[in-house]
């Protein structure tokens, strides 16, 4: 499958995971990625594209802040974690930026800001106007009043917020970073025959089995989350790719077109309408 047509892309929606701007070792933020992160985002910008961040790491940055050892269980302990860990994640973000002369902008969503009308009007037009003036907004999880992410994982992970976003601002292009090359088989920490997929025309039940493999410690979705992302974006529009957030400087190059990562292609269903799928029963509660 050619890729060069990823060039043509114009409003990308990049994840970042826990895992990608964490230290495994330590839990400390990774700053080095960060700031490749932060370059790469500005850049793409620079070249006349729209572009939207979804960082996850609020938690994990919360809990080494703290000082806690393992990863927090109980909700109300991660939501007291994400409430520091958000704060200092934008703090660093924010100093990234000011090295390129920019500001960053950050918004905080839960479920009931896509499923009520006037807040979803309301997000959707604050991003329009943050993307009109080329802010590069951060988008994550409001973690402090929300349990979905936490309880459930539904709303929820990342991966799906990541999604939901790109539909909500019709994003032509979303890419999750990763701790992993992108789709396998089965989870390849657990199944070394596990065997690399690059490329996914449609997602058949059979696909979505595949990431039914554990989390990382620092990450919250696994690949099933991923899946269902893909699922969401592509319906939407939007082609989709999983890729390994190890060396940042590829989401360059898959806007480039250069076969990294696995990408689901998009097929607008015409008969997608976002809220309808945010009516499925898990959003309903
Ligand atoms: N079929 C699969 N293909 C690839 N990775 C898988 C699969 N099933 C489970 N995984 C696991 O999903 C992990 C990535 O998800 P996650 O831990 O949530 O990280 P992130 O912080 O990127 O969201 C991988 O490290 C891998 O162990
Ligand atoms: N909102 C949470 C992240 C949840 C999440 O999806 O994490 P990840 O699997 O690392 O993308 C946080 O900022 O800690």
Redesign the pocket.
Known sequence: MDRAYLKDKKRVVVKI????ITHASTGNLNLLKMEKLVRVLIDLRNQGKEVVLVS?GAIAVGRTAMGLKEKPRQTALKQACAAVGQAKLMMVYQKLFAEYNQVPAQILMTKYTMINDVSRDNAQNTFRELLNMGVIPIVNENDTVSTDELEFGDFG???TLSAIVAALINADMLI?????D?????????NPD?VYIDYVETITEELEE???????S?????????IAAAKIATDSGADMVIAN?EDINIISSIMEGQKIGTLFKAHKDDNFKLMDYLQTKQYKK
Do not use: E, F, Q, R
Request: cysteine-free; aromatic content about 2%; glycine content about 20%.
């Open positions: 995971g826990s895992s990608t996850s992970d990342n991966d999750l970073m990763s701790d992993i992108g789709l396998y088989s089965d989870d390849p920490h657990n596990a595949m990431g039914k493999g554990a989390v990382t620092v990450g919250t979705g696994g690949m099933a989350t991923k957030g």
